[in-house]
């Protein structure tokens, strides 16, 4: 073919995709047709469509902070619930409590149970409790009836179901109040004693003898532990004296005569709250138990179901007066007898290893990096465990992420598609 | 400024943001030249189609206009809609008979000589044309489509400059071959 025929050629192609007719404006019918199909998206919308990219980093920084907060405080979260949880157990309301009798025992209106019912409530309201108990130290802790009371429970709180202090006005309470906190004030002080003395002798054998001869076993002291350890020097005997508190002082000048006294400590811990207590809810059991007797003998025609339940709450109340009852006796051996931990050592054995008295650079460096190393190691350890926990701890919100970054990313590549290719 | 001389890609941001008369001048630009590449493209069948494939072009114009980011400039996206949309058409329409090809154009052959002989031309090469491979088909019209640069068209048909310029050796060379062929008595 010739240039013209090229030429021809070219232009005969170039007309091809020419348009001869009128325009018949068709974005004009393409705009009525979209704003029937679609409505069009909102500027702020519109903004975030742009906006793809930073939207989607801003999303993931929050999703990656919510996840990371959550996966730190959900053992706390529980921990919080648990508390929460714990202190409704302990304080119900007074109303809950009857409430709760009457739900659970419907039997419980019957003349029998209803006065056993009562004489439940007298015991809450006294203080009697089961389930989750106080300790002395503050702490909650499960416990069996009957279990040492915190001296709290005499000032202004009585007992619910479960345990817990319940402000109560009722006139028992304030009753037995009033007893407790006069007893209290009114009884001769309970103190446990202890007492620790060191001594030096040059005879540590005839010492420990003597020591052990001090106690007085008619006036029921004993020696509640002894040893005697090495030889020569080296010999070293320690004794553990139960001896009576009013002979407390005597027994420790007769100490005292035994060698050269190297250091001597007393301690005392006043427990008369705890006896008053102890002694006050002992009587109240035994006045329920009396109580329960009595019941029992008048109703001896009641259905056998109820008889039953009697002896059930019977039989729960001898057991706490046991147990209250043990507890005062121990604690009346703990204030009867002072404890009296007795160490002799030999005259010229060596000393123990004291701190370094002079100083020097070199041990103060070396104990610098000892203890910067023990923190560094203590550091890493706590990060391990951080990073462990927030891993495994929020796995859930880790698989969520990874989602939620794959769902933007296929959206992602979805829109760049349909934008080239709608 | 002018509408004239504000951008494709400043009109159509223009129009996601409410301005209708910035379509109306993209429209005013690209409309006609769109007619007839899609006329091209659909050659043999009614020109309704090819208004169809244009409306259709301008309707996701309209839909995605808020997700035109600008990466490939405005011509290129609107020839790739449009495209799109042709190739929609052959997939769901057969092609068109030979004799259906020269037909369309009968009526506007009609004239004095010289213009008889053009059309005669015209619809000689619309039949070579139509004959061709569907991808040399679309790389000859793209490329002496008007006012279209080769660069353009390599961007449009997202093929590299060297291979589009073979393709349209070939298809020229295929083109003319069948050409001579026919003209030979």
């Known amino acids: 073919m010739t240039a013209e025929h090229d030429e021809q050629l070219e232009q005969a192609l170039t007309g091809l995709t020419t348009w001869h007719g009128s325009v018949p404006q068709l974005w004009r019918r393409a705009l009525g047709a979209a704003k029937v199909k679609r409505p069009r998206t909102s500027a702020r919308l519109q903004w975030l469509m742009r906006q793809r990219l930073s939207a989607g980093v801003a999303a993931s920084i929050i999703v990656i902070a919510l996840g990371a907060t959550i996966a730190i405080n959900l053992p706390h979260l529980g921990v919080k619930y648990d508390r929460s949880q714990a202190a409704r157990r302990r304080a119900p309301a007074a109303s809950d409590l009857r409430g709760t009798e009457v739900a659970e025992e419907p039997i419980a209106r019957t003349p029998i149970l209803a006065e056993v019912a009562g004489l439940r409530e007298g015991l809450y309201s006294l203080g009697y409790v089961g389930g989750e108990e106080m300790t002395a130290a503050g702490k909650f802790a499960p416990t069996g009836r009957g279990a040492p009371f915190p001296a709290s429970i005499g000032r202004g709180m009585s007992r619910g179901r479960g345990g817990g202090p319940v402000p109560d006005a009722s006139p028992s309470a304030q009753l037995s109040e009033g007893s407790i906190d006069d007893a209290a004030t009114t009884e001769p002080r309970h103190i446990v004693r202890k007492a620790t003395i060191e001594l030096v002798t040059e005879d540590v054998r005839a010492a420990f003898r003597k020591a052990e001869m001090i106690v007085s076993e008619a006036g029921g002291e004993y020696v509640e532990d002894s040893s005697l350890t090495g030889t020569a020097e080296n010999m070293r005997a320690d004794l553990t004296l139960r001896v009576a508190a009013d002979r407390l002082s005597e027994v420790m000048n007769e100490l005292r005569d035994l060698g050269e006294v190297r250091s001597e400590k007393l301690t005392g811990e006043d427990v008369t709250t705890q006896v008053v207590d102890l002694e006050a809810r002992l009587r109240n059991e035994q006045r329920v138990e009396v109580e329960l007797l009595e019941l029992l003998e008048k109703r001896q025609d009641a259905p056998l179901r109820e008889i039953l339940e009697l002896r059930g709450t019977l039989s729960n109340v001898r057991g706490s007066i046991e147990r209250l009852t043990a507890q005062r006796q121990r604690l009346s051996r703990l204030v009867s007898l002072a404890t009296v931990l007795v160490i002799i050592r030999a005259e010229h054995a060596p000393a123990p290893p004291d701190e370094p008295t002079e100083f020097s650079i070199g041990t103060y460096f070396s104990e610098g990096v000892h203890k910067a190393w023990q923190k560094g190691l203590m550091l890493l350890a706590d990060t391990c465990g951080f990073l462990l926990s927030v891993i495994v701890g929020g796995l859930i919100w880790w698989i969520l992420l990874v989602l939620v970054f794959g769902a933007v990313w296929r959206y992602r590549r979805r829109s760049v598609a349909a934008a080239d290719k709608p | ?185």
């Open chain 2, 1 to 185: 400024m002018k509408a004239e001389q504000t951008s494709d890609e400043d009109l159509l941001r223009a129009f996601a943001r409410g301005g209708k008369a910035a379509l109306a001048e993209l429209a005013r630009r690209y409309e006609r030249p769109l007619l007839g590449f899609a006329n091209g493209l659909l050659a043999g069948r009614n020109d309704r189609v090819a208004c169809d494939v244009v409306q259709e072009t301008w309707l996701r114009v309209i839909r995605y206009a808020d997700s035109f980011d600008g990466r490939s400039g405005f011509k290129t996206w609107l020839y790739r809609i449009a495209i799109n949309q042709c190739k929609t058409v052959w997939s769901a329409r057969p092609e068109p008979a030979s004799s259906e090809l020269l037909s369309v154009r009968a009526d506007s052959a009609a004239g004095p000589d010289r213009k008889v002989q053009d059309a005669d031309l015209a619809d000689q090469v619309r039949l070579a044309v139509a004959q061709l491979p569907p991808e040399q088909r679309l790389v000859v019209l793209l490329c002496y489509h008007s006012g279209m640069r080769h660069e353009q068209a390599a961007e449009i048909l997202e093929l590299p400059l060297g291979t589009l310029k073979s393709r349209l050796h070939a298809a020229l060379r295929e083109l003319r071959e069948r050409l001579s062929a026919e003209t030979k008595p």
